[in-house]
């Protein structure tokens, strides 16, 4: 943490990063409470918020671990205490090295994945040679279509019994990600894609156990079936990550609301173009991102809605309709012109992220504010690069 003094929303230059420290709160306590009443543990994806202060918020009444997708949050995670991590990307083998020497310098465990049997060759091979023991987890498709190895593929087997063999290798067991959940429409939708994950997952460690091979690890990820899923009966873990923030998308898929958003890119109002119906704000594609994920659930959320400067009335139908690098285009979805006079150039907004994962990505910082203020209490650092 550094110290923000007395600063303001209106002395920041922008874009910027604003982040709702009681919103946070809130979204961190419930994924927390709603793990534990289910008897799972908690391990975040940080792949959103890549910030120790968030880490240690989310982690609260949980056992520490966590999850990341590159080796940089790897190494500024345990620079700052965390000690317990899953490296949720398919490892390559010109990576083990890295891993080995952050292992060494920092003390932690960075467990790794693979879903393919000559990489599986090559750990076993290059494992030998390493200052520590490197733990495995093996990646299972549940139907995203994007990593793993599907239930039927004799791969999964030979990945298994290669690495349970290996020395200086623990296979730990198996990980899904339910990611065709943000592709659903409903809620109803989504607990079906949860029991496709669970069960897919379960299914992976009992053919394994059939084996000989125990997998100590069973663990799902993705925010929607973390919250919609009835149960997680025969797994051990869960790794959620944009819960923490929310955002548009999460919103419309049943987490929560609008208030539930934590993170928001405050922008400045540079221009109007009357004969276009159109704002212009300092805050485009490289800022906000051009993520449209929103456009098969409500396409009149363009990239982004438009909120007053502290993040609390939505200005009606007014949306990031169109971004240029460093121009955000707003236009209004509801066919009445923009509010001008309410708007005028100078003015300040806060943009409200269809997806925080992609948007936070374009910051090294977040400016920390208290709900519906307007002082900013502290800045909080990113990881950044890979």
Request: charged share 25%.
């Amino acid at each position: 943490m550094t110290d923000a003094g007395q600063s303001t929303l209106d002395d920041l230059p922008t874009p910027c990063l604003i982040l709702d420290r009681a919103r946070l709160d809130r979204n961190a306590a419930f994924m927390s409470k709603r793990m534990a009443d289910m008897g799972i543990r908690l391990r975040p994806h940080l792949k959103t918020a890549k910030s120790a202060d968030v880490a240690r918020i989310a982690t609260a009444d949980h056992f520490g671990g966590i999850t990341v997708s590159t080796l940089a949050e790897a190494r500024y995670f345990a620079a700052n205490g965390i000690t317990d991590m899953v490296y949720a990307v398919a490892l390559v083998p010109q990576k083990l090295d890295e891993i080995d020497a952050l292992q060494t310098e920092f003390g932690v465990r960075i467990t790794v994945l693979t879903d393919n049997v000559g990489v599986a060759r090559t750990i076993a091979e290059r494992a030998a040679t390493l200052k520590t023991e490197l733990a495995v987890l093996m990646e299972i498709d549940c139907g995203g279509g994007r990593a793993g190895v599907t239930l039927d593929d004799p791969d999964m087997l030979e990945i298994a019994k290669i690495l349970e063999a290996a020395d200086n290798v623990s296979f730990e067991g198996v990980l899904t990600h339910a990611g065709q959940s943000y592709h659903c429409h409903s809620v109803d939708e989504i607990i079906a894609v949860a029991d496709i994950e669970r069960d897919t997952v379960v299914a992976a460690a009992a053919k394994l156990k059939a084996i000989g091979i125990d997998c100590r690890t069973i663990s799902g990820g993705s925010t929607p079936t973390a919250i919609q899923a009835r149960h997680f009966d025969g797994m051990t873990e869960m790794r959620p990550g944009v819960y923490v923030f929310s955002d548009l998308m999460q919103a419309a898929l049943g987490w929560g609301d609008h208030s539930n958003i934590a993170v928001s890119v405050l922008a400045t109002v540079i221009g109007h173009r009357r004969d276009l119906g159109q704002i212009l704000i300092d805050a485009g594609g490289l800022a906000l991102s051009k993520d449209r994920g929103m456009d098969h659930i409500d396409p009149t959320v363009g990239m982004g809605l438009i909120c007053d400067k502290l993040g609390q009335q939505k200005v009606d139908g007014l949306c990031v309709d169109d971004t240029h690098q460093e121009h955000g285009i707003l236009r209004m979805n509801n066919g009445q012109p923009p509010p001008w006079d309410d708007l005028p150039v100078g003015s300040r907004v806060r943009v409200l992220p269809v997806h925080a994962c992609m948007t936070a990505a374009a910051f090294d910082r977040y400016r920390v504010v208290a709900d519906g203020d307007d002082v900013v209490i502290d800045e909080w650092h990113r990881a950044v690069g890979w």
